[in-house]
């Protein structure tokens, strides 16, 4: 694997971002809102990405998912509306595997060469693609009609009057109709009809789901019996096995360069731990990314399952998360990294992304400034990825009520819809900067700063971390709720970095223990020339195991201060 660049991942939800109707309306169809397409993504566009200090780039949404768009002209079945979210649907009820969503396509029946052509845009303008690769569920009316000559589609060879048989691909409930507790019918002619009725994807194993449910999903075999104390039955390989092998084989070899894997913890880590391996025999540099949630499942996914990465959730996202908020203390930062015991290489760091509300959102902070400090903690305390979603860099609120999304403080990914912030950036195409405010681009300023450090100073990129928190509990010019602080080195090269979560300009005094100038090798001096890698500004500052280093610290702010010696 290419351990040259830290991995700094731009999400992007594909259909919004090219969309410039400045004039969507709730609910709207793909006519009346219109809708973002493959061909957006320019030469000119991806650079825009680039400058960013963007090293990937993560297409979400590609896959052919379940749609209230009627494509019935290019031979794609309709979907009911009762079991599709929003006008749009949502892009992790997949519903051909093989194919593009011909929601992206300037020319419907060419959507794969589309699909193709931006892979290749994307690697000349230097970045490398991500897209998304969900093994969990379907769509409830999964029809391929790209599925490869001698493949199987799924179900095909079901033995539908058994809840569970290990040459399934699905779980059913066996002379029982899918009686759903919402609307069955949706404005349609007729209600959805489903007989016998499917287990849904988030692992419900009866006939009734309700709205709260991933209702427009079905959930995929890999061989568990869960009706039965969740037997394993993996020999002979399972048929799922061989049918989502063969998928990611036909994607890697569109030559992207990565899959984020969608709630990867509820497919068997066996799965993993025997496809991986096979995907990068074929394709040794491509990344594997899981979706987890649960931390005692994380060693097991890594090291079995041969996942690269694993999405920090629980851990560091929550944490600053709270810490930006005012609800915890910016101490518990360091109980963060040390419970990953030697891991936190291996975690995808991030404060946005599509499954989670904007930090600018009146649920999160409120003001996209109060993320500033976290966005410094997440991109540089270690080597691992950092990721950022698209609009994140502006300040995008995520306050639109768009239609099946409501007004949550999140983007929508089930509704036509265009991201105000994103539309004034591109300004049609131009990215000339004349639609942004003020506001807007300081913040890009400081999110294009932060992130291109990351891969220009080798302290971050390669470099050892060191936390100073330790000696700077119960500080008399230092609040350990408030602020938090840490070392990088890199050969002769020492970043010093002081975050700030109070709103207020701060003078700190932090403690430089003994055992830094030992572990990082550190010669001790009464005066530095450090220079502000954030705003360029020089100042001279003290090391010294036996005075503390004094730095004042703006609200909402940090400072990247660098030392060579």
Not at 534 to 563: D, Q
Request: hydrophobic letters at 35%.
């Amino acid at each position: 694997m290419n351990n040259e660049n830290k991995i700094i991942i731009y999400q992007v939800f594909t259909r919004l971002f090219g969309n410039n109707n400045n004039h969507c309306v709730y609910n709207g169809d793909i006519v009346t809102n219109g809708c973002g397409k493959m061909a957006d993504f320019t030469l000119k566009a991806l650079s825009e990405i680039k400058k960013l200090g963007t090293t990937h780039i993560w297409y979400t949404g590609i896959i052919e998912h379940a749609t209230q768009t009627d494509y019935r002209r290019y031979n794609i079945s309709p979907d009911h509306p009762a079991i599709v979210k929003g006008k749009a649907g949502s892009p992790y009820a997949i519903k051909d595997y093989y194919d593009v969503d011909p929601d992206l396509a300037n020319d419907i029946p060419e959507r794969m060469r589309e699909f193709e052509n931006l892979v290749r845009r994307t690697h000349r303008a230097g970045l490398k693609v991500i897209i998304d690769f969900v093994p969990n569920h379907v769509a409830r009316q999964y029809h391929s009609d790209a599925q490869p000559d001698g493949t199987t589609e799924l179900g095909a060879n079901d033995d539908s009057s058994q809840s569970f048989s290990p040459y399934n691909n699905f779980y059913y409930i066996p002379q029982a109709e899918l009686r759903a507790q919402f609307d069955m019918k949706d404005g349609a002619t007729e209600p959805y009809h489903e007989f016998p009725a499917k287990a849904t994807g988030n692992n419900r194993f009866d006939a009734t789901p309700n709205i709260t449910d991933w209702y427009e999903t079905i959930k995929l075999n890999y061989g568990v019996d869960y009706q039965n104390g969740g037997t394993c039955h993996f020999s002979p390989i399972p048929d799922t096995w061989i049918k989502m092998l063969d998928i990611l084989l036909f994607w890697a070899s569109k030559d992207i360069d990565g899959f984020r894997c969608d709630m990867a913890e509820m497919v068997p880590v066996e799965f993993w731990e025997w496809a991986i391996p096979q995907v990068k025999e074929a394709y040794p540099d491509i990344l594997f990314i899981a979706e987890v949630y649960n931390p005692n499942e994380y060693r097991n996914y890594l090291f079995r399952g041969k996942f690269d990465y694993l999405y920090d959730k629980v851990g560091l996202y929550d944490t600053l998360r709270n810490v930006a908020c005012g609800y915890e203390s910016a101490a518990s930062i360091t109980h963060c990294w040390q419970s990953l015991n030697g891991i936190e290489k291996k975690m995808l760091n991030f404060l946005e992304n599509h499954d989670e509300q904007r930090i600018a959102s009146d649920f999160f902070a409120g003001d996209p400034r109060k993320g500033i400090p976290a966005l410094i903690v997440s991109a540089c305390m270690n080597t691992n990825p950092m990721m950022i979603y698209f609009g994140q860099e502006f300040g995008e609120p995520g306050m639109d009520s768009e239609g099946f999304s409501g007004r949550d403080g999140r983007t929508t990914i089930f509704d036509y819809w265009s991201i105000d912030s994103i539309r004034r950036w591109r300004n049609g195409g131009k990215f000339d900067g004349k639609m942004l405010n003020e506001d807007h681009k300081r913040l890009y300023e400081i999110y294009q700063r932060v992130l291109t450090l990351c891969n220009e100073e080798l302290a971050i990129a390669k470099g050892v971390f060191f936390d100073l928190m330790y000696a700077n509990q119960n500080g008399w010019r230092f609040n350990e709720h408030k602020q938090y602080t840490f070392m990088r080195k890199y050969k002769n090269e020492l970043l010093f970095i002081i975050v700030n979560f109070d709103s207020q300009l701060v003078d700190v005094a932090i403690n430089v223990p003994s055992h830094a100038f030992d572990f990082l090798q550190i010669p001790q001096m009464e005066s530095y020339q450090a220079v502000d890698l954030l705003t360029g500004a020089k100042e001279e500052i003290s090391l010294l195991p036996y005075k503390a280093t004094e730095v004042s610290v703006r609200g909402y702010n940090g400072k990247i201060l660098k030392i060579a010696f």
